[in-house]
């Protein structure tokens, strides 16, 4: 990592997890050589690095969708232009409803699905079980399997970015927190650190769930909210458990479930319930 901070940047990122990484390279690759990425621990040490990095192509909106078969071609061509696995297994993903609801839910998933182009299929208990045959399937539904979705290696993602980004010009300084947004008639002019002053043209916000402190000091509101999120990371499995499977979504009780390496990750996000009314 770069150790002298310069006088002057046209881009100042702020954060270093996924989305600083990500919007470095992407800065680099469109030619702003001289973008520099601040993070006052050390990459990826926010929620970047707890993820279980499941990638899901189909979300409620076409952009979102569409960003995410963007990244699904990135991740597969990262490795072959860094030189640094990313670790993309496409194994595909299953999501389970195990009531009315949500099976209407995971059938409406289904059409959406086609409506922008991802292949996806409605499949009964019986083909789910077989895909996934750890699970008690007594009392699913239906589900819906998207072959194309997949997990990646988070922290490895990152690298494989930040040494994209690198080659092109750009700078990372670890240990280095932003203190303060300088701002004159309105403009961001410049960053105030733990290791010195930066002058900028434009800063990226991209701290995660701090975003709300950083845009506070360019006097922005931010509405990002942090949320609990519970996670069970088991010891290692037999041999025959840890075998790829595909990702495993259950919306109805908002756990997913994915083998980061001969472990098992196990995510519960209830998160809804825990925000505020303003939300
Ligand atoms: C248990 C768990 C499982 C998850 N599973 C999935 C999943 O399967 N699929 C999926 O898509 N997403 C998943 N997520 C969500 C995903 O991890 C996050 O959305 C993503 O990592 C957010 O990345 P980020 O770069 O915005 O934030 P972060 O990774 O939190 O990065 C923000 C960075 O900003 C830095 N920072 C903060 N303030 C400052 C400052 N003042 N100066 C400098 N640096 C600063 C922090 O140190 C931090 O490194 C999961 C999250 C968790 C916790």
């Known amino acids: 990592m770069a150790t002298t901070l310069p006088s002057h940047a046209s881009v100042v990122v702020i954060g270093g997890g996924i989305m600083g990484c990500s919007t470095l390279y992407h800065l680099a690759k469109m030619g702003v050589s001289d973008a520099i990425l601040l993070e006052r621990n050390a990459l990826t040490s926010g929620t970047t690095w707890h993820s279980a990095a499941q990638v899901r192509a189909l979300r409620h909106s076409k952009n979102l969708t569409r960003m995410i078969q963007y990244s699904v071609d990135l991740y597969s061509q990262l490795e072959q232009e860094t030189g640094q696995a990313v670790g993309w297994i496409q194994k595909g993903s299953l999501s389970i409803a195990t009531n009315p609801d949500r099976l209407t ?90 290791q010195g002053t930066i002058a900028c043209d434009a800063i990226a916000l991209c701290a995660g769930l701090w975003s709300r402190e950083v845009g506070a000091m360019a006097g922005a509101e931010v509405p990002a909210l942090a949320c609990e999120h519970f996670y069970l990371l088991t010891k290692p499995v037999e041999a025959s458990l840890a075998i790829c499977r595909p990702c495993l979504i259950t919306t109805t009780t908002s756990i997913f479930a994915t083998i980061p390496a001969v472990c098992w990750l196990v995510v519960s996000s209830q998160w809804a319930s825990l925000l505020p009314p303003a939300f």
């Open 105 to 194: 839910h995971v059938k409406r998933q289904e059409a959406l699905a086609h409506a922008y182009g991802i292949d996806a299929k409605s499949i009964s208990p019986q083909e789910a079980k077989e895909r996934w045959p750890m699970m008690n399937a007594d009392d699913v539904l239906g589900a819906v399997w998207s072959p194309d979705d997949g997990r990646v290696s988070p922290s490895d993602v990152c690298a494989a970015l930040v040494k994209g980004a690198k080659s092109l010009g750009a700078k990372i300084f670890e240990r280095t927190g932003v203190t303060g947004v300088l701002t004159e008639n309105g403009r961001i002019t410049g960053v105030e650190t733990t």
